[in-house]
């Protein structure tokens, strides 16, 4: 793939000399200069296969290719996923391994921007980034404002109490109040995983239209906009559990803080991409076929998440 981001770069540059010896460079439509690169590089047999490929690079995916560069959407505290080194700066964690190597097949460079759950659908939709690897969970209501990939991992939802609160399941959280994340899924998973396993009366509960501000049968939600917040509010007494997936709780389990017996709600973590992008389909190629040839297998291996 990354051969076919220089043929690419290769019959544009072709297609632009045939247009300006043409007098009209003005095209901006990539299978026009695709169609033009075609006809200037039919002299060479080699190169009538190239233009076949550049004819099916959409111009989302070339608009990255020429800007140079791709911008991801990545967390920044979430150990083996999305975690940055405050003292150099530097990312680490297997979104940032699959999002470097979705550069490296455009042959761009990278530019990470840190998100929260709350702001990760706003910046894909004002184009400040390209797509998002932010342990986003897939859901069908999501999927009707952004596109997703297969899912490259899986997390399970979870919930962590100061050990002195005595908490120690579900049960112990009836009645409690539960900081989450906004726009996150964690009160619709808890509320809905407490409804299944009988402790909450669930009549009221309507997960198409279930507000986590507006809950409290039998556990009631405080919102965040971020997760050093809700560690804070924990500690401070303001809410007695943080629910989240695991795998960003991880970093806030200090010695004084326990997991409830219970892990819940499958989280499905996917590649986000513009609704409607061609960039869309180009990722899911990408991801189908690293989780085909072992390659997130082995993202998730060395991160210490399998
Ligand atoms: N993965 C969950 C979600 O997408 C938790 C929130 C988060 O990723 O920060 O809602």
Same mark, same amino acid.
């Given at each position: 793939?990354? +051969?076919?981001? +220089?043929?690419?770069?290769?019959?544009?540059?072709?297609?632009?000399?045939?247009?300006?010896?043409?007098?009209?460079?003005?095209?901006?439509?990539?299978?026009?200069?695709?169609?033009?690169?075609?006809?200037?590089?039919?002299?060479?047999?080699?190169?009538?296969?190239?233009?076949?490929?550049?004819?099916?690079?959409?111009? &989302?995916?070339?608009?990255?290719?020429?800007?140079?560069?791709?911008?991801?959407?990545?967390?920044?505290?979430?150990?083996?996923?999305?975690?940055?080194?405050?003292?150099?700066?530097?990312?680490?964690?297997?979104?940032?391994?699959?999002?470097?190597?979705?550069?490296?097949?455009?042959?761009?460079?990278?530019? /990470?921007?840190?998100?929260?759950?709350?702001?990760?659908?706003? %910046?894909?939709? #004002?184009?400040?980034?390209?797509?998002?690897?932010?342990?986003?969970?897939?859901?069908?209501?999501?999927?009707?404002?952004?596109?997703?990939?297969?899912?490259?991992?899986?997390?399970?939802?979870?919930? %962590?109490?100061?050990?002195?609160?005595?908490?120690?399941?579900?049960?112990?959280?009836?009645? +409690?109040?539960?900081?989450?994340?906004?726009?996150?899924?964690?009160?619709?998973?808890?509320?809905?995983?407490?409804?299944?396993?009988?402790?909450?009366?669930?009549?009221?509960? &309507?997960? &198409?239209?279930?507000? @986590?501000?507006?809950?409290?049968?039998?556990?009631?939600?405080?919102?965040?906009?971020?997760? @050093?917040?809700?560690?804070?509010?924990?500690?401070?007494?303001?809410?007695?559990?943080?629910?989240?997936?695991?795998?960003?709780?991880?970093?806030?389990?200090?010695?004084?803080?326990?997991?409830?017996?219970? +892990?819940? #709600? @499958?989280?499905?973590?996917?590649?986000?991409?513009?609704?409607?992008?061609? /960039?869309?389909?180009?990722?899911?190629?990408?991801?189908?076929?690293?989780?085909?040839?072992?390659?997130?297998?082995?993202?998730?291996?060395?991160?210490?998440?399998?």
């Amino acid at each position: 793939m990354r +051969k076919l981001s +220089k043929v690419v770069a290769g019959a544009l540059t072709m297609a632009m000399s045939a247009m300006l010896l043409a007098g009209c460079g003005d095209s901006t439509e990539t299978s026009a200069s695709s169609e033009a690169a075609s006809t200037a590089a039919s002299a060479e047999t080699s190169s009538a296969a190239a233009s076949a490929e550049s004819a099916s690079v959409d111009a &989302d995916v070339q608009a990255i290719i020429d800007r140079g560069v791709l911008r991801v959407g990545v967390k920044n505290a979430v150990v083996g996923f999305g975690f940055q080194d405050t003292l150099t700066g530097e990312y680490s964690g297997m979104e940032i391994s699959i999002a470097e190597k979705i550069a490296d097949e455009l042959g761009v460079d990278i530019e /990470f921007t840190t998100v929260t759950a709350a702001t990760r659908g706003e %910046l894909l939709d #004002s184009g400040d980034i390209d797509c998002v690897l932010a342990t986003f969970t897939i859901t069908d209501e999501r999927r009707n404002s952004w596109d997703f990939s297969t899912p490259y991992y899986t997390d399970y939802v979870s919930v %962590l109490v100061e050990s002195a609160s005595g908490i120690t399941n579900l049960e112990g959280l009836v009645d +409690k109040k539960v900081g989450v994340s906004s726009g996150s899924t964690s009160a619709k998973s808890l509320t809905s995983a407490m409804i299944d396993a009988g402790l909450i009366d669930g009549s009221g509960f &309507d997960a &198409d239209t279930f507000d @986590p501000a507006l809950w409290t049968t039998g556990v009631s939600f405080q919102q965040y906009d971020d997760y @050093p917040a809700i560690s804070t509010a924990l500690s401070a007494g303001e809410i007695d559990a943080f629910c989240v997936d695991k795998s960003i709780l991880a970093i806030y389990n200090t010695d004084s803080r326990d997991y409830i017996e219970e +892990k819940f #709600s @499958p989280q499905e973590y996917g590649v986000a991409t513009k609704k409607g992008s061609g /960039f869309s389909a180009y990722v899911e190629e990408l991801i189908t076929e690293w989780l085909a040839d072992g390659t997130i297998d082995g993202f998730i291996a060395e991160n210490n998440l399998d």
